[in-house]
């Protein structure tokens, strides 16, 4: 394996990308959630591209415009349609990749739902994919979070024993709790985001697999979504396979999270 570096020309901009190299023809391009630079929280990114390339499957992954070294300004990850169509091409022409099987976490996950198939991705890995809208999408702004999501966060507190003595023992905030409670009782449609999303789902006609930590609150949102009224036609076309660890893990950081998270990419590259 052999790690090299590029700068990959995106309209007037360029992107920052890193190349661990392989022998096999089916490639897989991380996109970064958030304004996460390439490498990742703590490198997890930079450790998981290593992890598939000793397997064969070479990777990409860059730093979208305006984030890391990449030059230009930060879109956000509803701007990022040419970044994504950019590394694409550059897995095909200057790499020969065959094929290109996308994972992204969080609003990558979505951003590659939206996007990809412009890009002519071949196969999708998503996960946790981003569902809550803010009035501006601004990644600044604090989100929204929906009331299903904190009814499945309120269950898992109520069927732990813990949280009896902790309220007991004065640990968990009474007006918290009563204003917490009062939150996940309200009901709300699903945001436009999400409806997007499903759309966008409900055209990809390659490969796709959403992976989710099932504790993780963004997961929980877009599970509220997914089990919804709006999302029962795409659910009864069982052509997108859902994978879901016990974990509350957004990032899958640990090591149990990481080997799952690992053999899921490996097993989709192996099919693509």
């Not at 992107?15 to 391009?29: I, Q, R």
Request: charged share 25%.
């Amino acid at each position: 394996m052999t790690r090299s570096f590029h700068h990959i020309p995106c309209a007037d901009d360029m992107v920052a990308a890193t190349f661990d190299s392989a022998t096999g023809s089916t490639a897989l391009l991380i996109v970064s959630g958030g304004n996460e630079i390439r490498s990742g929280a703590h490198s997890g990114m930079a450790h998981l591209a290593a992890r598939i390339a000793e397997h064969g499957f070479p990777v990409l992954r860059y730093d979208r415009r305006g984030i890391g070294e990449s030059t230009g300004r930060n879109n956000g990850f509803l701007g990022s349609a040419a970044d994504i169509a950019a590394v694409a091409a550059f897995l095909r022409q200057e790499q020969k990749a065959r094929k290109i099987i996308a994972f992204g976490n969080c609003d990558a996950a979505t951003a590659l739902a939206l996007f990809g198939p412009e890009a002519g991705i071949d196969g999708y890995i998503l996960a946790n994919p981003w569902v809550i809208e803010t009035e501006s999408q601004a990644e600044t702004q604090e989100p929204s979070i929906s009331s299903a999501a904190i009814r499945a966060r309120y269950w898992d507190r109520i069927r732990n024993p813990r949280s009896v003595i902790d309220l007991l023992s004065g640990k968990i905030d009474l007006k918290k709790l009563l204003k917490g409670l009062r939150q996940a009782a309200q009901s709300e449609d699903n945001s436009a985001l999400s409806l997007r999303l499903r759309d966008a789902l409900a055209g990809l006609e390659d490969k796709t697999e959403i992976l989710l930590a099932k504790r993780d609150t963004t997961a929980r949102a877009f599970l509220a979504a997914w089990n919804s009224r709006d999302f029962e036609q795409l659910r009864r076309t069982n052509a997108i396979a859902t994978k879901a660890l016990d974990s509350a893990s957004h990032s899958f950081a640990d090591i149990n999270a990481k080997n799952w998270l690992t053999d899921r990419i490996l097993a989709a590259l192996r099919n693509g």
